[in-house]
Nanobody, 117 residues
Framework: QVQLVESGGGLVQPGGSLRLSCAAS????????MGWYRQAPEKRELVASM??????DYADSVKGRFTISRDNAKNTVYLQMNSLKSEDTAVYYC????????????WGQGTQVTVSS
């Protein structure tokens, strides 16, 4: 089992910045993907992900504004969000997936990000 603990959400004005953190603990598999999804009213979408080897993937809507990074020694992934827009408002969920023949998927509890003036 893997536990994911998120932090860093909150209320910010348009154009502002926030940094999310997600720390994984438990039975960590060294080769994995960690990332962030967000839940809008109608769908959950990938925001950004990063493999333990450093490969990254971003949603088109956040490219150039958000940056994902990770500290493998701390099993922690970060999401730096700049130039936030109202449409970025959502619950953000940390995601962890083992890169194995039978992937295991874990989710954090979610953290609210609200962009509003």
């Amino acid at each position: 089992q893997v536990q994911l603990v998120e932090s860093g959400g909150g209320l910010v004005q348009p154009g502002g910045s926030l940094r999310l953190s997600c720390a994984a603990s438990g039975s960590i598999f060294s080769i994995n993907v960690m990332g962030w999804y967000r839940q809008a009213p109608e769908k959950r979408e990938l925001v950004a992900s990063m493999t333990s080897g450093g490969y990254t993937d971003y949603a088109d809507s956040v490219k150039g504004r958000f940056t994902i990074s990770r500290d493998n020694a701390k099993n922690t992934v970060y999401l730096q969000m700049n130039s936030l827009k109202s449409e970025d408002t959502a619950v953000y969920y940390c995601n962890y997936v083992t890169m194995t023949t039978r992937p295991e998927v874990y989710w954090g509890q979610g953290t609210q990000v609200t962009v509003s003036s």
